[in-house]
């Protein structure tokens, strides 16, 4: 739906969850933010376009959040009804989100050898059947613009955390943001808002560092891309949500890292604490809870060692 005048919100179906595309449109042409999946061009984008009158070639630029596969699955697809569209992302997520098979080992596999936690194979045959990437035409950094015209300009925010290379988009002219899953909030929600599966970022300090980033728009309208909409104080709240999330995270560490421990026997430990999903959605912690072990092992409160080929964890403070 247009939910501000040239911001059109297209909500596609992944499973029991969804991925939220956001199209910026103006009289200089148009501006996509995320593809979803490979069925999600066809099946979703392109009926909403021709429903509301939006001709696929006036997309000049196709622009990835982030490298993960149900952001940048459908640029194979859009690149075919839009063969003008340049296709950009973050410089630090340039080659995932062109090579899949970097990005599963680089991006879903991280876990594998560290900490013995991979995706199960039929996930992996999923991400697979569901994804046909591009190169990318050129990388963003943040600071860049796209004049859209009238008076429609979109900056890119440089807004790490959940990957390296994670962007974000400032709609001046509906005060707008547009965040895709920079922002994570307490739990990863189904279509109908129950439990999917934790707050996968990764870089703690470089998450907060985001949040405190966008906060500072001060913008009254954020669009994410698993999420409803948040509008005034509901935006601010999911903001302040997501920043205690990350400290429930090191409660949690610190209460149940009483001896050396790996990751998994940490996540086990504590995820009754963090969260009301079944044992092997808990397991996709690994993400966050790395990202907070990572951030205490800086501040000296936490030491690395290994055991039988695994990481382990020991608390210090």
């Given at each position: 739906m247009?939910?501000?005048?040239g911001?059109h919100r297209?909500?596609?179906?992944?499973?029991?969850?969804f991925i939220?595309?956001?199209?910026?449109t103006?009289p200089?042409g148009?501006?996509l933010?995320?593809t979803?999946?490979?069925?999600?061009?066809?099946?979703t984008?392109?009926p909403?376009?021709?429903?509301?009158?939006i001709?696929p070639?006036?997309?000049?630029w196709?622009?990835?959040s982030?490298?993960?596969?149900d952001?940048?699955?459908?640029?194979a697809a859009l690149k075919e009804?839009?063969?003008?569209?340049e296709?950009l992302a973050?410089?630090?997520?340039?080659?995932m989100?062109?090579?899949?098979?970097?990005?599963?080992a680089g991006?879903?596999?991280e876990?594998?050898?560290?900490?013995?936690?991979d995706d199960?194979p039929?996930t992996?045959?999923d991400i697979r059947a569901?994804?046909?990437?591009?190169?990318?035409?050129r990388?963003?950094?943040g600071g860049e613009?796209?004049?859209?015209?009238?008076?429609?300009i979109?900056?890119?925010?440089?807004?790490?955390?959940?990957s390296?290379?994670?962007l974000?988009?400032w709609?001046g002219?509906?005060?707008?943001?547009?965040?895709?899953?920079a922002?994570?909030g307490?739990?990863?929600?189904?279509?109908?808002?129950?439990?999917?599966f934790?707050p996968t970022?990764?870089d703690?300090?470089?998450?907060?560092?985001t949040?405190?980033?966008?906060r500072?728009?001060?913008?009254?309208?954020?669009?994410?891309?698993?999420?409803?909409v948040?509008?005034?104080a509901?935006?601010?709240e999911f903001?302040?949500?997501s920043?205690?999330?990350?400290?429930?995270?090191?409660r949690a560490?610190e209460?149940?890292?009483?001896?050396?421990m790996?990751?998994?026997e940490?996540?086990?430990a504590?995820?009754q604490?963090l969260g009301?999903?079944?044992?092997?959605?808990a397991?996709?912690?690994?993400?966050?809870m790395?990202?907070?072990l990572e951030?205490l092992a800086r501040?000296g409160?936490?030491a690395?060692?290994?055991?039988d080929?695994n990481r382990?964890?020991?608390?210090?403070?």
């Open positions: 247009e939910i501000r005048p911001l297209i909500e596609a179906p992944i499973g029991v969850r939220a595309m956001h199209l910026f103006g200089n148009a501006l933010f995320d979803g999946i490979d069925g999600s061009v066809e099946g984008l392109l909403y376009l021709a429903e509301h009158g001709d070639a006036a997309i000049r196709v622009v990835s982030h490298c993960d596969f952001h940048t699955g459908g640029n009804v839009a063969p003008g569209a296709f973050g410089a630090a997520d340039e080659l989100t062109e090579n899949l098979e970097v990005l599963i991006r879903y596999g876990f594998a050898r560290a900490d013995g936690f199960p039929e992996t045959a569901s994804t046909r990437l591009v190169g990318v035409d990388t963003l950094a613009t796209f004049d859209l015209g009238g008076g429609r979109i900056e890119v925010i440089a807004a790490p955390g959940h390296p290379g994670h974000a988009l709609d002219a509906n005060h707008a943001l547009a965040i895709s899953d922002v994570l307490e739990t990863v929600p189904t279509a109908g808002g129950e439990p999917a934790p970022y990764r703690t300090i470089a998450y907060v560092a949040i405190d980033r966008l500072a728009y001060d913008a009254s309208l954020l669009l994410t891309a698993h999420y409803p948040y509008e005034g509901a935006a601010t903001l302040d949500v920043v205690a999330y990350t400290e429930r995270i090191d560490i209460r149940h890292l009483t001896r050396e790996t990751s998994l940490l996540i086990r504590a995820a604490d009301p999903w079944p044992a092997d959605a397991e996709y912690l690994i993400f966050p790395t990202g907070n951030r501040a409160r936490v690395v060692g290994a055991r080929e382990t964890w020991r608390w210090l403070a």
